[in-house]
């Protein structure tokens, strides 16, 4: 039966594949990849032989109509991110609107993702959070910050280590520099690091060293701090 099948891949640890996304990528017609250098060598641990094809954010527009005809007459597809789960930051979405609308079933399998393992480890609340990505870079940057300084749940971002210090000076600055953050770099790989503490102490921890690797910022929702003062008074 044609399906498009969406698999999340290791951010790190190649053991983090399950052994159902390897059962479909070895039975599947062909597999789409954002990086196709990065999911061949994937393909190749595990010694699977697949056909191959790019699908990023510069084609995916263009391919989305052909990519979904082709499951439509009958194939099997299955959609690989170089890291983590198709369409959380990464191309899908698209692709599976497209789907959707002729008809088409798609499936998406539970597994890696960044945003969950640093959220968890964080220390902060991970009952509710509202989870934001990368922030726009100029355009529209300003607004989103004020929008979000007034939200209460857990705030969850993406960013990269060129941005890292000036993103967490911008957060300072817009949530209030007391406000209680994390930032988790290379998870699931030997150099996994996950830092704790106020915005102001984290961008003069990462001001002074190089950073490399996939970053995720934590930062408590308005009112968490209170709400940790007014436990701890209590305990005591």
């Known amino acids: 039966m044609s399906k498009l099948f969406l698999i999340p891949t290791p951010i790190g640890n190649l053991e983090d594949i399950t052994l159902r996304a390897l059962t479909i990528l070895k039975a599947c017609d062909l597999v789409l990849a954002e990086d196709t250098r990065t999911s061949k060598f994937l393909l190749n641990h595990f010694g699977i032989d697949k056909k191959i094809y790019s699908h990023h954010q510069h084609n995916e527009h263009q391919t989305v109509e052909h990519i979904s005809e082709r499951i439509a007459l009958g194939e099997t597809i299955a959609l690989l991110s170089d890291a983590g789960t198709p369409g959380i930051s990464d191309p899908g979405f698209l692709l599976v609107r497209a789907c959707i609308r002729k008809g088409i079933e798609v499936e998406c399998l539970p597994g890696a993702t960044a945003l969950i393992p640093a959220l968890v480890q964080s220390g902060l609340p991970c ?64 150099y996994e690091e996950t830092k704790r503490g106020t915005l102001v102490e984290l961008a003069d921890y990462f001001r002074a060293k190089t950073v490399k690797g996939e970053l995720v910022i934590v930062v408590a929702g308005q009112g968490d701090e209170d709400d940790l003062e007014e436990a701890t008074s209590t305990e005591e």
């Open 127 to 190: 009952d509710k959070f509202c989870f934001e990505g990368f922030l726009p870079q100029k355009k529209g940057r300003h607004t989103r910050l004020l929008k979000l300084a007034t939200e209460e749940r857990t705030l969850i971002f993406y960013e990269s280590p060129f941005r890292l210090v000036k993103t967490l000076d911008q957060f300072a600055e817009y949530f209030g520099k007391n406000r209680q953050a994390s930032v988790s770099r290379e998870l699931t790989k030997m």
